[in-house]
């Protein structure tokens, strides 16, 4: 993902290398309304930026909505499962030597950027390097910068997700707090474009259908998760698969479960000197 120094760089890509395969195949799927509101939101839809795009998820909904899209992200390990598109173009950022010249100019240049889109991964980033160059990028008037996630909140499993979130939050990087907490705290520093803003994130429901080998393989895929395994603790030994499977109702049962996700976007700010 992308994050701290390249100055956009992100020191946590090692990590969702190692559980890139676990991250590709356990994450819920974006809603297509959510891009079809974002995509209403930009005067123009020729060029969006999704950045962190891990296995391209997000990526392939705004490519429904623009002409041409550059995933970005730090692990090339997850770039290599991103589903192929083709108005998609994969970007690799490596976490070393990168500059914001070229990646400005890998997206076109300054004011060239319709939309741009972090998923489940902007908490990670150094937000004052990444938001500079997100104001270079965006069009002005009319580029939007939109940013969410989701965590822990999964209707009607919600206590229980609770339960387990209690038991990693020593393996926690300090950053994820804000995912934790609903980006109600994130620094967003844009205009609001009715679609959440700073300290007032948007919710937005994303339903799924999940088996409990499917819950497991998320929480699995949790970094404080991997964090914690690779200190030799292993949160999803077997007996916290059972006490899991007890709660889920049994190893069989697929539920129907809604991920309660929250979003801020926003345009640069007409005083913003970028």
């Known amino acids: 993902m992308l994050g701290p ?23 819920p799927v974006y809603p297509k309304d959510l891009f079809v509101k974002l995509a ?11 950045v962190g795009t891990g296995n391209g998820q997000a990526a392939i909904g705004v490519a429904e909505h623009y002409d041409s899209v550059v995933a970005t992200d730090v692990s090339a390990e997850q770039l290599r499962r991103a589903v192929p598109h083709p108005k998609v173009r994969y970007h690799h950022t490596p976490d070393a030597g990168a500059d914001d010249d070229d ?3 890998a997206l076109g240049g300054e004011g060239r950027v319709d939309l741009i889109t972090v998923a489940e991964a902007a908490h990670w980033f150094d937000l004052p390097a990444f938001y500079g160059v997100a104001r270079r990028l965006l069009r002005k008037p009319g580029g939007v910068i939109a940013v ?17 979130l209690h038991t990693t939050l020593p393996y926690w990087d300090s950053r994820a707090r804000y995912v934790i907490d609903g980006y109600r705290d994130l620094p967003f520093p844009f205009d609001g474009v009715g679609l959440g803003k700073e300290g007032e994130p948007a919710g ?12 497991v393989g998320m929480l699995r895929s949790w970094s404080a998760v991997a964090t914690a395994r690779q200190r030799g603790v292993d949160l999803l ?7 899991l499977e007890g709660e889920w109702g049994g190893a069989s049962l697929v539920r129907k479960v809604t991920f309660k996700a929250f979003l801020l976007a926003g345009t640069v700010r007409a005083d913003d000197p970028a």
């Open 103 to 105: 990646l400005v100019a």
């Open 204 to 215: 937005f429901d994303m339903e799924h259908e999940m088996s409990f080998p499917g819950l």
């Open 5 to 27: 120094r390249s100055k956009i760089q992100d020191r946590m890509a090692g990590l969702f290398t190692r559980q890139a395969a676990e991250y590709a195949a356990a994450r």
């Open 40 to 50: 209403s939101l930009t005067a123009h839809h020729r060029v969006a930026w999704d």
């Open 237 to 243: 030994d077997e007996r916290a698969v059972r006490r």
């Open 148 to 164: 969410w996630g989701y965590n822990y909140r999964v209707s009607p499993v919600e206590d229980m997700m609770a339960r387990f």
